[in-house]
């Protein structure tokens, strides 16, 4: 471990430290590797009108007493240009269906089993040092789909990003189309991302890094 990376870890403070990826320890030298995050389709599940909440905590809604189903997760990373820069003022959307496979979107069908307790939508603006972060629930498959997270990325001034984050070790992932649809194999890579235990950040939850980097 350089010195360089060891000062940056001392700089880090509790849980986070845990959400620190070599590649971006490694941003913060003076090279940088990164790939650009490709870009995938936005799927039909989109929402039509937004939900009244629509933070960063998609287990919990507002008003509701019921935590939703599924195993909390927690998703972080950063949103950086390919010189592994901060992307400052970024927006990043996430959405996925809820632990029945079911979106919240009139064109979801069977949309009446939907769980109530899940945000299913959630925004965020990137720190000051481009970090982001959602709790979230584990993303289940759906008929069709290997489990995704879908994510819009909003650069000021520059643009958008539209893409899906997968799970790492699921079976579907080797049979999805859309996942398969991005050729390049380090760029198909850079999008899936491997689950932990994070008991550290709350009991019986998960944490996934997913790092964005904007063509920038
Ligand atoms: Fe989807």
Redesign the pocket.
């Known amino acids: 471990m350089s010195i360089v990376t060891l000062r940056r870890r001392e700089m880090l403070i509790g849980a986070s430290a845990a959400f620190i990826a070599p590649q971006l320890v490694l941003s913060a030298g003076a090279q940088s590797n990164l790939i650009v995050t490709p870009g995938q389709t936005e799927?039909p599940?989109y929402p039509v009108s937004f939900p009244a909440d629509m933070d960063a905590d998609l287990v919990r809604v507002q008003g509701q007493q019921a935590q939703a189903l599924g195993q909390i997760t927690h998703i972080a990373g950063r949103v950086l240009n390919k010189r592994g820069e901060a992307v400052r003022g970024a927006q990043v959307e996430i959405w996925?269906?809820d632990a029945n496979g079911i979106y919240n979107h009139p064109r979801q069908p069977g949309l009446q089993r939907r769980d109530a307790a899940f945000q299913g939508y959630g925004r965020t603006e990137v720190a000051a040092d481009g970090r982001y972060g959602f709790r979230t629930i584990r993303p289940v498959a759906y008929p069709g789909?290997t489990p995704?997270i879908?994510f819009k990325v909003h650069a000021p001034g520059a643009g958008r990003l539209t893409t899906q984050l997968y799970i790492a070790g699921e079976h579907q992932n080797a049979t999805d189309g859309v996942l398969r649809g991005i050729r390049d194999a380090k760029a198909r890579e850079s999008v899936i991302v491997r689950l932990d235990p994070a008991n550290d950040i709350e009991a019986g939850s998960l944490k996934g890094m997913f790092d964005i980097v904007l063509d920038l």
Do not use: D, I, P
């Open positions: 799927g599940f996925q269906c789909r995704h879908h």
